[in-house]
């Protein structure tokens, strides 16, 4: 086999095999559980635009996003085969525990990725396909091939991918970007450092047994702590703008309130944590309840604009 770096570069003579690995290794490389995040907002962000989708092109959307976001986790983890195979968080994906080739994940996702881009385009417009494509390659190129190995900020600067969901999803409505959607994609962006630093606190030693410069790493757990309650401060704050900009109501601006004052609770509790505290509770609490507050915020805002049409009268989302 020749190689290049820590992946596989093309197949030596006699090498030309393929794996055994089952439906289940493959779906398993689409990160579903992130996937699902990825469906939730985009479909919150369907339902909270302006306006009506055909249900079949509603559909068709949203599956493109979903296949989409597959697909970029197929190829992180393509490009990432060599430090998941060491960190015991990720050591039994299928291509580090060797149910799938690295060379099959790659087809796989560059695959997906067309697909996905290309029927989105054709179905609903060139524009939101444009920024599904720029998500696919955000995610792989600037975050997995560049940021994650090359500076603490990787998380700051790559949660954008994960951000542009529910942007993707009020253009397929609207066909534009609008300051509503820049809300939606800043809960997300703000979000994420929290959510993936209070993880970064507890698997502090498997990215330092991979060289991934990961802030509590890099600076310190007493800096990472202070920057996990400055951010989960700005998500609670910008959480809250869809009712101070009309397009939600005050119930759901309140409720917004209160589930970020708990969010901000949960991060002061983590800053107060002893450094080199082995259990790392109050980490693992937040990373926890940071993934259900994202949930609540959206479904809360989801709610609202139901309940809004129901007492307008003004017709359903489709």
């Known amino acids: 086999m020749t190689v290049i770096g820590n992946h596989e570069a093309l197949p030596d003579e006699g090498e030309m095999r393929l794996s055994e690995a089952s ?3 493959y779906f398993e490389l689409l990160k579903p559980r992130v996937m699902s995040l990825v469906v939730f907002t985009a479909f919150a962000g369907l339902v909270l635009a302006p306006g009506h989708i055909n249900p079949v092109l509603g559909f068709i959307a949203i599956l493109c996003i979903a296949i989409g976001a597959g697909a970029s986790g197929a190829l992180n983890m393509w490009y990432d085969a060599d430090i998941d195979a060491v960190m015991t968080r ?3 994906r299928p291509i580090p525990a060797g149910r799938i080739l690295a060379k099959e994940a790659l087809a796989f996702g560059l695959v997906l990725s067309c697909f996905s881009v290309v029927i989105l385009g054709l179905a609903i417009s060139w524009f939101t396909a444009f920024l599904l494509a720029f998500t696919i390659f955000f995610y792989v190129v600037i975050y997995t091939m560049w940021l994650k190995r090359s500076t603490p900020q990787n998380i700051v600067i790559g949660g954008a991918a994960g951000a542009f969901p529910p942007m993707i999803g009020w253009a397929c409505v609207t066909g534009t970007v609008t300051i509503e959607s820049i809300v939606l994609f800043l809960i997300i962006f703000l979000w994420t450092p929290a959510h993936f630093w209070a993880l970064a606190l507890f698997k502090m030693k498997d990215y330092e047994a991979v060289g991934v410069p990961m802030l509590p790493n890099v600076s310190g757990e007493r800096t990472t702590k202070n ?6 401060v700005l998500t609670a704050v910008v959480a809250v703008v869809p009712a101070i900009l009309g397009f939600a ?19 002061i509790a983590v800053r107060r944590m002893p450094d080199g505290d082995p ?8 990373f926890a309840f940071s993934i259900f507050y994202l949930f609540a915020v959206f479904s809360a805002l989801m709610l609202d604009r139901l309940a809004y049409l129901l007492m307008t009268g003004t017709g359903g989302l489709f």
């Open 90 to 92: 990720t050591a039994r």
């Open 227 to 232: 920057q996990i309650v400055l951010y989960a």
């Open 279 to 286: 259990k790392m509770v109050p980490a693992k609490k937040l």
């Open 249 to 267: 109501s005050v119930g759901y601006g309140i409720l917004a309130a209160l589930l970020g004052a708990v969010f901000i609770y949960c991060s």
């Open 23 to 25: 439906a289940r290794d």
